[in-house]
T-cell receptor
Framework: EAGVTQFPSHSVIEKGQTVTLRCDPI?????LYWYRRVMGKEIKFLLH????????ESGMPNNRFLAERTGGTYSTLKVQPAELEDSGVYFC??????????????FGPGTRLTVT | AQKITQTQPGMFVQEKEAVTLDCTYD???????LFWYKQPSSGEMIFLIY??????QNATEGRYSLNFQKARKSANLVISASQLGDSAMYFC??????????????FGTGTRLLVSP
């Protein structure tokens, strides 16, 4: 079974440019999450989809970030325009409810974004 | 306020020895879950172990065990018989129910473990 995949693995862009990150969750997982880790800090929640619906986007930093999940399958996270503080590693995770209710989240390898 | 605290930015251990990575948490929910993830240099996040707040026994997964002390709100990860491949960042996380009623993970800042020969 394929795991969570993310594309690209690395992206270096200039301030003011646009970048789109993609996440393909594990097939059949309704829950999809985006997280971000800024260098040296904790991994922080950005938002959560259930199928194609945004359930919680309380962690999105500002309106320069736009996430979509087309047809409840893959998701994209667009940053426009990018700022220096957006640099970090962006993780995607997916989950399906387990019998014990633990919602184990399976993470992708992350996209390392560098804004110069 | 930060809800997961990992006070050890770095830890060193010799191969074949055991090591404990500390994690304390803060929550007012009676039902919660605690996770440990490993992040090797390649970057992916690998799930290691899970402990539910109502679980009567400490979780174990192979060489990993979770020392769960509910009254002290601690969930320390114990790695027995360390191997060179255990060198990585380790993150403690707690499942939190957000305002929408759906769950998300809250992470600590991580502990970098270095295993020496």
């Amino acid at each position: 079974e394929a795991g969570v995949t993310q594309f690209p693995s690395h992206s270096v862009i200039e301030k003011g440019q646009t970048v789109t990150l993609r996440c393909d969750p594990i097939s059949g997982h309704d829950n999809l999450y985006w997280y971000r880790r800024v260098m040296g800090k904790e991994i922080k929640f950005l938002l959560h989809f259930v199928k194609e619906s945004k359930q919680d986007e309380s962690g999105m930093p500002n309106n320069r970030f736009l996430a979509e999940r087309t047809g409840g399958t893959y998701s994209t996270l667009k940053v426009q325009p990018a700022e220096l503080e957006d640099s970090g590693v962006y993780f995607c995770a997916s989950s399906q409810e387990e019998e014990d209710g633990r919602y184990e989240q399976y993470f992708g390898p992350g996209t390392r974004l560098t804004v110069t | 306020a930060q809800k997961i605290t990992q006070t050890q930015p770095g830890m060193f251990v010799q191969e074949k020895e055991a090591v404990t990575l500390d994690c304390t948490y803060d929550t007012s929910d009676p039902s919660y879950g605690l996770f440990w993830y490993k992040q090797p240099s390649s970057g992916e996040m690998i799930f290691l172990i899970y402990q539910g707040s109502y679980d009567q026994q400490n979780a174990t997964e192979g060489r990993y065990s979770l020392n769960f002390q509910k009254a002290r709100k601690s969930a320390n990860l114990v790695i027995s018989a360390s191997q060179l491949g255990d060198s990585a960042m380790y993150f403690c996380a707690m499942r939190e129910v957000g305002n929408t009623g759906f769950q998300k993970l809250v992470f600590g800042t991580g502990t970098r473990l270095l295993v020496s020969p």
